[in-house]
Structures are given as C-alpha cells and as structure tokens.
Nanobody, 124 residues
Framework: QLQLVESGGGLVQPGGSLRLSCAASRFSLDRYAIGWFRQAPGKEREGVSCISSSGGRTNYADSVKGRFTISRDNAKNTVYLHLNSLTPEDTAVYYC?????????????????WGQGTQVTVSS
C-alpha cells in the first residue's frame, strides 16, 4: 500500500516561509495526483492545493492562492508545498494525500492514501 510521509513543518514567524515535502516509500508517486490539505484546531480539514501526476495541472484554494506553490519532482518521488507570506491563520496540521485521478476540485473524498501530517505553527 502506498505510504506517504510529510516533513518540513515547524514554527515560523508571520511573513515567513516553509517548504513542506511529501515523500513516498516502496511505490512511485508518478502515477498519482497529490493533494495538500490542512486542519486547524477546532476546524474541519480543508483542501489547500493539488497537482496532477505529471505536474502539468495545479489548483489552489482561494485562501492560499498567490502565497503557496505546489510542485513535484518525480525523480525524487516527492511533492512539495512552498508556503510563503505565512499568517497565524495558516497554523494547522498539513497532510498530503494521493489519488489515481486528478481533479481541479481539492476534494478529500477523491483521495485514497494519506500521510500522518506535519504541524505548521505561525506565531511571533
């Protein structure tokens, strides 16, 4: 079964940046669309961004558009989420997930395989 591992989270000041990574072991990611999701304390999990298996198509939630960038390096079997201009409202556990079918809709119901998450905390 595909296993995903997120890394790169941490504590950052408002206005700062982080790069999250989503890596897979044992299986290649290059046939999966990847989505990033986040869940803040007391809130439901929400879609943040997604990327097709080739990397040719991406989409973003309005709340992160222009600040976050999703990319992938299939040679390294890794998908990245670059977080810029962070605000306290971006504080959440960030999850990556994989789907065999890409959709511009960042809908968690479409994703079958999930990582355990990485904490991002934005605070001064």
């Amino acid at each position: 079964q595909l296993q995903l591992v997120e890394s790169g989270g941490g504590l950052v000041q408002p206005g700062g940046s982080l790069r999250l990574s989503c890596a897979a072991s044992r299986f290649s990611l290059d046939r999966y669309a990847i989505g990033w999701f986040r869940q803040a304390p007391g809130k439901e999990r929400e879609g943040v961004s997604c990327i097709s298996s080739s990397g040719g198509r991406t989409n973003y939630a309005d709340s992160v558009k222009g600040r976050f960038t999703i990319s992938r390096d299939n040679a390294k079997n890794t998908v990245y989420l670059h977080l810029n201009s962070l605000t306290p409202e971006d504080t959440a556990v960030y999850y990556c997930a994989a789907s065999t079918i890409y959709s511009d809709s960042i809908d968690q119901k479409r994703y079958n395989y999930w990582g355990q998450g990485t904490q991002v905390t934005v605070s001064s």
